[in-house]
């Protein structure tokens, strides 16, 4: 089992930047995929970008060359950096954990709100 947290969500103006940070209740070296996903009213949870355990990492085109995902395993810790951003970025961001058991795991979302 493996319970997530999120952090670093908040408010902020177009154009600007925020790190989310995931931390995990156990190592995240061997869990197979790792991910942030994000959920604005009345529409369905959509991924951002996820992580492989062997460093693969992939992004929605919407936030391509604007958001990065690393992690820092010796902390446990997923991290997402948003730069650029903008007001269509505004949604509840979750950390998701897929492990090779197949079982699949989420925080309970910071929310990220983008003004113009």
């Known amino acids: 089992q493996v319970q997530l947290v999120e952090s670093g969500g908040g408010l902020v103006q177009a154009g600007g930047s925020l790190r989310l940070s995931c931390v995990a209740s156990?190592?995240?070296?061997?869990?197979?995929?790792m991910g942030w996903y994000r959920q604005a009213p009345e529409k369905q949870r959509d991924l951002v970008a996820a992580?492989?355990?062997?460093?693969?990492?992939s992004y929605a085109d919407s936030v391509k060359g604007r958001f990065t995902i690393f992690r820092d395993n010796a902390k446990n810790t997923l991290y997402l950096q948003m730069n650029s951003l903008k007001p269509e970025d505004t949604a509840v961001y979750y950390c998701?954990?897929?492990?090779?058991?197949?079982?699949?795991?989420w925080g309970q979302g910071t929310q990220v709100t983008v003004s113009s």
């Open positions: 156990r190592s995240i070296s061997s869990i197979n995929v």
């Open positions: 992580m492989t355990s062997g460093g693969y990492r």
């Open positions: 998701n954990a897929d492990l090779s058991s197949g079982e699949r795991y």
